[in-house]
């Protein structure tokens, strides 16, 4: 798999899905060497650049952690402002950061819950528990917990373990 998407980043080196796939496939495998994380994190960069959204996320993921560079968790912070409106994962990644503080964020629940319920529009089942998990406390919206079960069933009907542990069914 690697070789394919050498050869076709040697026929085009902007092709931004091969970019993408490649620093995937890199930071799949980064337990095996320190140079998967390198070049994962490049990849993706490169990917990221053209406009990537997938790859902007999973390289402030890994900017984030340290996968491959220094750990700098306010860039990866900035990464995830730049696209948390159209990128699911990139709210959720910044609705957790604000929800607990983290990465050197001022806590802001209310916000957190926000991007929580703008990504669980979508039907994302992480998103979705997460908005749930904040209905059921209250933490950055009022307290629901009718509504939160309501949430968690949804994620029980896509299989999300989480969700089947908060309905006290596992």
Known sequence: AFQSFETLLSWCPYCVIALFNL????RSTHSESQFNTRRSLQTLMQAAELG????INNAAFCIRN???CEP???EAVRQWELICDRCNEAAI????ILQSGECGQEKDPVRAFKLFCQAAKTGNANAEYKMAQALEQGIGCTPDPERAVVIYHRGLEKGDSR????????
């Open 23 to 26: 620093g995937e496939l890199h």
């Open 52 to 55: 990537h959204t997938a790859a």
């Open 66 to 68: 340290g996968i491959g």
């Open 72 to 74: 700098n968790p306010q």
């Open 93 to 96: 990644n910044l609705g957790t």
């Open 163 to 170: 969700s089947i542990c908060q309905l006290g069914l596992c």
